[in-house]
């Protein structure tokens, strides 16, 4: 039905709403053209696309697609928001993370955007003895701190409760976190915390400071082994019930439990998927007070981290479009807080550049774009609202599977968390390797002469539990064997094009080819003649119309000529003198392994 506007001027009265099956039938037309014959609900698939955790991408949502009612911003179930005025008084929360102690590096985020601080201590960051010289400067009531210290929890937090009374700081006053997160700590080393003392911690902290917070319910060794959306949200789920059952049993009452949570999520590239993650969170978390007796205490605290996953080592300067994203969608999703990791991160130790630019992100995004002054933005989206829905679905499902076999410390012990998140991991990596997922700087449009970004290394980040992947890694380890063979010989493995035709005729597969073999680190030669390239191996370049013409001749003329390997780019045929075919969802990684092997590239 058309709304006439409030001036009642008729502007699409005359015309009749269009239906679903309309629109159907016009993409059957569509489909038709492109040479498949598929109709109805089968045209609408053909079109959508297939997400992990069973989740489907429609091309179209409607009224129709409903999703339970989501309530209003700072009520039950909060998924449009844990607060009713949401980041509208002044943006999220801007966190830095800072894993080495840097004479004045914290004062000077604090004075430039950064509004609290995210200290990474003992093994693999700062030692704990230098906590106050970290902190050198800062105003303690002002600046919130969160501390991330593993199995040195409690004397971090120790000397951070007395750094507060050394200063006089109101107990009133301390916001931030003391980062307690047992589950978390084994899933990173394997290694098991007593949680006793984190009990009698988060006791006194909810008698003594009522606005700090005693544990941090960590999602990112899931993300960071691989894990996907629904998984993130079920383990994460999992250990906040089995913190609010050890915190209980203590002498917490379930809102003094709820009170001293907050959880921590990975925000992707995928700006969608991430703003539904973290209002289905929300949605989760709420849940599990309500059947727990504490319905109102179910307003989730987020800190939402880019993504360490997507960051790449070649060409990091990419890594700044992906924050940026990252960022946008984390604070759409309502995050309370957000860390931008720098686009360094990968590399070592960020510099004072890479942090202003991190730091910045945010506030660009919350100073000039204003997009903190709307709340849930994308609240009432058909697409986002079904999105938030399934994707709970499919995280209480992951979260009840936990349970039934004891809950995440027996899953992590057990070995089956593990095993959940290497299938989600080698799915998604079949996907890499085609180059389904494109990487930008890594499996497409990469640099060969880029100049290499060096960093001072970072310390080393505790292991032996879960391992860390990141989405360039087999390609890095192709480009790592290019870079060792230029070091060795003076010149990286090249491949020979062999352009047939005009440039309208080849230009499309050459361009294809050249960026294929180049995210390998073989350096593409289209001058000259094949005795003169340097090359081992060629590949053919046209249109199909010309390959059925001269394909089979140029492939005997090169062999003549010394190559060793033929490829023809396009889909495979039955060319006589072509050894192999490459094309667009060929499995990229295991032809430019393939291809470094017989150049004797090690």
């Not at 009612?69 to 909060?78: H, I, S």
């Not at 906040?240 to 590239?269: D, P």
Request: include cysteine; charge should be negative.
């Amino acid at each position: 039905m058309t709304v006439l506007p409030d001036d009642g001027l008729p502007l699409a009265a005359e015309f009749p709403d269009a239906t679903h099956e309309q629109w159907q039938r016009l993409v059957e037309g569509v489909l038709r053209k492109s040479g498949k014959e598929v109709s109805g609900a089968a045209a609408e698939d053909a079109l959508s696309t297939t997400l992990e955790d069973g989740l489907r991408t429609r091309p179209l949502y409607t009224a129709r697609d409903s999703a339970p009612a989501t309530g209003l911003p700072g009520f039950a179930p909060f998924v449009r928001g844990a607060r009713p005025e949401g980041n509208t008084a002044g943006g999220w929360d801007v966190r830095q993370r800072h894993a080495a102690l840097g004479v004045g590096a914290a004062l000077a985020d604090l004075e430039n955007g950064v509004t609290s601080l995210w200290l990474v201590l003992g093994e693999g960051g700062i030692p704990v003895s230098e906590l106050g010289r970290a902190l050198d400067g800062v105003y303690l009531d002002l600046a919130p701190v969160v501390l991330d210290a593993g199995r040195d929890t409690q004397e971090a937090a120790g000397a951070l409760l007395r750094l507060y009374e050394d200063k006089g700081v109101d107990p009133k006053a301390v916001r931030g976190s003391l980062g307690a997160d047992p589950l978390g700590h084994e899933a990173r080393t394997g290694t098991a915390l007593d949680f006793a003392p984190v009990a009698a911690l988060a006791r006194r902290v909810a008698e003594e400071y009522p606005a700090l917070r005693t544990l941090t319910v960590d999602a990112l060794p899931y993300h960071e082994a691989g894990g996907s959306a629904a998984q993130e949200l079920g383990a994460s789920l999992a250990t906040g019930v089995a913190y609010l059952r050890e915190l209980t049993e203590a002498g917490l009452s379930v809102e003094q439990a709820c009170g001293q949570l907050e959880f921590r999520y990975a925000a992707t590239a995928d700006q969608f998927l991430t703003i539904a993650k973290l209002r289905a969170a929300r949605r989760l978390w709420a849940r599990v007070a309500e059947v727990s007796g504490a319905p109102g205490a179910g307003a989730q605290v987020q800190h939402a981290v880019t993504s360490p996953v997507m960051m790449t080592r070649r060409d990091p300067w990419v890594n700044m479009l992906r924050t940026t994203v990252a960022t946008l969608a984390a604070g759409v999703g309502g995050a309370d807080a957000v860390t931008v990791l720098p686009f360094d991160h990968a590399l070592g130790l960020p510099d004072a550049f890479s942090r202003r630019i991190a730091r910045n992100t945010s506030t660009i995004l919350v100073e000039e774009s204003h997009l903190a002054r709307v709340i849930d933005p994308a609240g009432g989206s058909w697409y986002v609202e079904r999105l938030t829905d399934e994707l709970a679905e499919a995280a209480w499902e992951f979260f009840r599977s936990i349970e039934r076999d004891g809950g995440q410390s027996a899953v992590l012990r057990s070995g089956r968390i593990r095993t959940d998140l290497a299938t989600t991991w080698a799915e998604r990596s079949k996907k890499l390797a085609k180059r389904r997922e494109p990487i930008t700087g890594v499996s497409e449009f990469p640099h060969l002469a880029e100049k290499p970004v060096e960093r001072e290394p970072a310390p080393k980040a505790p292991s032996g539990g879960l391992p860390r992947v990141r989405r360039d890694e087999a390609f890095e380890e192709l480009r790592a064997r290019s870079d060792a063979h230029l070091a060795a010989t003076g010149s990286r493995p090249r491949i020979f094009l062999a352009t047939i035709g005009s440039a309208a005729e080849y230009t499309a597969r050459a361009g294809f080819a050249a960026n294929l073999f180049q995210a390998g680190g073989i350096e593409p030669v289209t001058e000259g003649r094949f005795e003169e390239s340097g090359a081992t191996e060629a590949v053919l370049c046209s249109s199909d119309a010309l390959y059925a013409e001269q394909a089979e001749q140029v492939a005997e003329f090169l062999t003549a000529s010394g190559a060793r390997h033929v490829f023809l780019a396009g889909r495979p045929a039955d060319y006589a003198g072509i050894d192999s075919y490459v094309f667009a969802g060929c499995d990229a990684v295991a032809v430019l392994s393939a291809t470094l092997d017989r150049m004797g590239v090690s």
